[in-house]
Nanobody
Framework: QVQLVESGGGSVQAGGSLRLSCAAS????????MGWFRQAPGKEREFVAA????????LYAISAKGRFTISRDNAKNTVYLQMNSLKPEDTAVYYC?????????????????WGQGTQVTVSS
């Protein structure tokens, strides 16, 4: 059974930084990809970034490009999301998700396993 545990959320002022972590366990993570999504109150869950376990290729949402960096540590089965220049509109619960199939997917339904989420609050 796959388990994904996020950490690193918190409250920060606009312009600040946070680093989220997602520790994965329960199967071999040498293939497939991992994604970060977020969901603000009253809004749909939206794609933020994704990374391939095999070669570290990345994909970003337009809102994240240039400010957020996704990375992975294969030895630790852990994925990170470094978030810089945070804005109040980045406030949301951030979820990591695991995709067993090859290739990226911006759609939440392309991911079979999800973490419990971690709150990120950015004040102006």
């Amino acid at each position: 059974q796959v388990q994904l545990v996020e950490s690193g959320g918190g409250s920060v002022q606009a312009g600040g930084s946070l680093r989220l972590s997602c520790a994965a366990s329960g199967r071999t993570f040498s293939s497939g990809s991992m994604g970060w999504f977020r969901q603000a109150p009253g809004k749909e869950r939206e794609f933020v970034a994704a990374i391939m376990w095999s070669d570290g290729s990345t994909l970003y949402a337009i809102s994240a490009k240039g400010r957020f960096t996704i990375s992975r540590d294969n030895a630790k089965n852990t994925v990170y999301l470094q978030m810089n220049s945070l804005k109040p509109e980045d406030t949301a619960v951030y979820y990591c998700a695991a995709r067993a199939r090859h290739g990226f997917n911006r759609d939440r339904y392309g991911y079979g396993d999800w973490g419990q989420g971690t709150q990120v609050t950015v004040s102006s």
